[in-house]
């Protein structure tokens, strides 16, 4: 073996050896810090779910079957009060808005009435247009809307689009109102 082929070879030994030692402490710190990226989603959603229905004393999830995983998803979740009445259903609803997915929380008085409000947690709609889904302007049309009204304005209902984003503010709606309607067949 030539001196230029010994010196690649140990190049590439080496590569190789700083290559494994830095997947080895990625795998070493993904664990914890997955079980605590966990337990922080968690806190931001009962967070979420607390501003949309304050007079809840807690949230009961309301879980689907179990998937392939033995795992249960929590498809939405009973608001309840001190005494354990149901007050209100809350949820988190994804749906696909302009430029991508766009996940929104919601909250329905527990006659299916009223939206109580909703909070938009993520999107990748365009900043400037879209993206004003985010705005109290926008998200404080939702509080206390009769579900009857739950609509653009064009379309009759009393949610006002966003001038240049019709797609991103009807997906909002889609999203609200699709989800509650599930919730309203799943307790009926």
Do not use: C, W
């Amino acid at each position: 073996m030539s001196e230029s082929n010994k010196d690649t070879a140990v190049i590439i030994g080496k590569l190789f050896l700083i290559s494994a030692v830095a997947a080895l402490m990625l795998a070493v710190t993904y664990i914890p810090t997955q079980a605590q990226l966990e337990q922080n989603i968690i806190a931001a959603q009962k967070a979420i779910l607390a501003d949309l229905v304050p007079e809840a004393a807690n949230f009961d999830p309301v879980e689907g079957p179990e998937n392939a995983a033995g795992d249960r998803e929590v498809l939405y979740y009973r608001a309840v009060d001190g005494s354990g009445n149901i007050i209100a259903y809350a949820f988190f609803q994804q749906q696909v808005g302009s430029q991508g997915m766009i996940v929104v929380a919601g909250a329905v008085d527990s006659s299916f009435s009223n939206l109580l409000g909703m909070d938009v947690l993520s999107h990748v709609e365009t900043p400037g247009l879209g993206a004003k889904i985010t705005t109290p302007a926008f998200k404080n049309q939702f509080r206390g809307v009769p579900m009857e009204q739950l609509a653009l304005s064009r379309s009759g209902g009393s949610i006002d689009a966003i001038t240049g984003a019709t797609v991103s503010s009807q997906a909002v709606v889609n999203a609200l109102d699709t989800k509650i309607n599930e919730i309203e067949a799943a307790e009926a």
